[in-house]
């Protein structure tokens, strides 16, 4: 029984550790950016020894990449909450707002977690492929809002799957760059990139 219990408290403690690790880590990376961030400042910040982040992490890619699940859940669930069927049309000012605005906000909300993969992906090897594979599996939803326009014989400008990257690649960039604060509002990024690729999406 006892033995049970303190594989309990090991447990709790486990999950309370790697828990201030992520914390720690997505405060820094909205301060100083993930290049200028080294494990010991994540376990300094999250008042951890050193030795503890290898328990939880490899490295802080695989950091990054636990973080990067965090944004991946919350983008699911804001789509969860609306009503999301494939055959969303992005020729539609509206739905497109709609598409562009959870994209947003969820980049906004979690700036820290895009300045890291911003940073992290133009620092890794350029040959790799990665920023492809990364930005292509980041907007696997507006490639199939794309295809199916294309099933229905609506012209598109190019490949879905191409423009939805580089819709993803906008967004991502622009929120890299955008300071939190100004000079745009939320509702002018959106508005303004809503009518800019609606123009190349509808004519």
């Known amino acids: 029984m006892a033995r049970g219990k303190e594989e309990g408290v090991r447990k709790v403690r486990a999950a309370q550790t790697r828990a201030a ?12 950016g993930y290049l200028n961030t080294k494990v010991t400042d994540i376990t300094s910040a ?7 982040f290898y328990e939880h992490f490899a490295d802080k890619q695989e950091l990054l990449q636990a973080l990067l699940g965090d944004l ?9 909450a609306v009503e999301h069927p494939k055959d ?9 707002r709609e598409h ?7 980049m906004r ?31 696997g939803t507006l490639r199939e809002h794309l295809e199916w326009l294309r099933e229905q014989g ?4 190019g490949e879905p799957e191409l423009i939805a990257a580089g819709m993803g690649a906008m967004l991502a960039l622009t929120s890299y760059s955008l300071p939190p ?7 002018q990024v959106v508005d303004a990139f809503t009518d800019l690729l609606l123009k190349g999406l509808a004519g």
């Open 100 to 106: 562009l605005a959870i994209a947003w906000s969820v």
């Open 88 to 96: 969303h049309d992005l020729t539609d000012r509206a739905q497109l």
């Open 21 to 32: 690790l992520l914390d720690a880590a997505r405060r820094l990376f909205g301060e100083r």
């Open 72 to 80: 991946e859940d919350a983008a699911d669930e804001r789509l969860a």
């Open 109 to 139: 909300e979690h700036r820290a977690i895009q300045v890291a993969l911003f940073q992290s992906m133009v620092a890794d090897d350029p040959a790799s492929g990665r920023a492809w594979r990364d930005m292509t599996g980041q907007t």
């Open 46 to 52: 999250a008042g951890r020894a050193t030795g503890s």
């Open 154 to 157: 609506r012209p598109l400008p």
């Open 181 to 187: 604060g100004g000079p745009y509002t939320d509702e």
